[in-house]
């Protein structure tokens, strides 16, 4: 079964800074899809971004990146212009096509002013 | 647009009843998923339904049961609450069960079991 690992389970930021939040993945799966859903203390959960695995090139959404490193299954993401408003918790999640959802355990950020 | 609308917000329940989380969807998608999320672990998969009258089993089964009652409608039911079901619970839709499965989640359900 795939595995989804969040090795930061607390990070913070200073408002207006960048930050990184780390996943990696295990699979053995040539094709699939990552992506990064944010939960803030709505608790409403909301995708960020996503990636499929063939596409070479790093997906982007504003001040959202990723660093997609195949050969090394892992998935960062990066926040710049960190806002208060991008305090939550992010989950790494990743999916074979034809298959369901599997989520990390999760990073609380928080954006200090 | 609703989106995902699942009830009830917050439940307290007592060791041994029973009760139904109730989730329906307005996108006309065709996928559902139930989840529960625990401190330190993420959002863990109990059932899903990737269409209308199918439902499989996910990670964490063992004491739920669920509904496909039609395409906007999936259910969870705990037959008989145990303490170790004290979570939120999470039902989302996806359009298709293949390619890029994007989830629709609603807002969650609390449930405390005393």
């Known amino acids: 079964a795939q595995t989804v690992t969040q090795s930061q389970p607390e990070m913070s930021v200073q408002e207006a800074e960048t930050v990184t939040l780390s996943c990696t993945y295990d699979?053995?799966?040539?094709?699939?899809?990552l992506f990064w859903y944010k939960q803030p203390p709505s608790r409403q959960m909301i995708l960020v971004i996503r990636q499929e695995a063939y596409k070479q090139q790093n997906a982007t959404e504003n001040r959202f990146s990723v660093n997609f490193q195949k050969a090394a299954k892992s998935f960062s993401l990066k926040i710049s212009d960190s806002q208060l408003g991008d305090t939550a918790m992010y989950f790494c999640a990743f999916m074979k096509p034809g298959g369901v959802v599997r989520f990390g355990a999760g990073t609380r950020l928080t954006v200090k002013p | 647009n609703a989106g995902v609308t699942q009830t009830p917000k917050f439940q307290v329940l007592k060791t041994g009843q029973s009760m139904t989380l109730q989730c329906a969807q307005d996108?006309?998608?065709?996928?559902m998923y139930w989840y529960r999320q625990d401190p330190g672990m993420g959002l863990r998969l109990i059932y899903y339904s990737a269409s209308e009258g199918t439902t499989d089993k996910g990670e964490v089964p063992n004491g739920y049961n669920v509904s496909r009652l039609n395409k906007r409608e999936f259910s969870l039911r705990l037959e008989s609450a145990a303490p170790s079901q004290t979570s939120v619970y999470f039902c989302?839709?996806?359009?298709?069960?293949?390619?890029?499965?994007?989830?629709?989640f609603g807002a969650g359900s609390r449930l405390t079991v005393l």
């Open positions: 699979t053995s799966e040539n094709n699939y899809y």
């Open positions: 989302a839709s996806s359009g298709d069960f293949s390619g890029a499965n994007v989830l629709t």
């Open positions: 996108m006309n998608h065709n996928s």
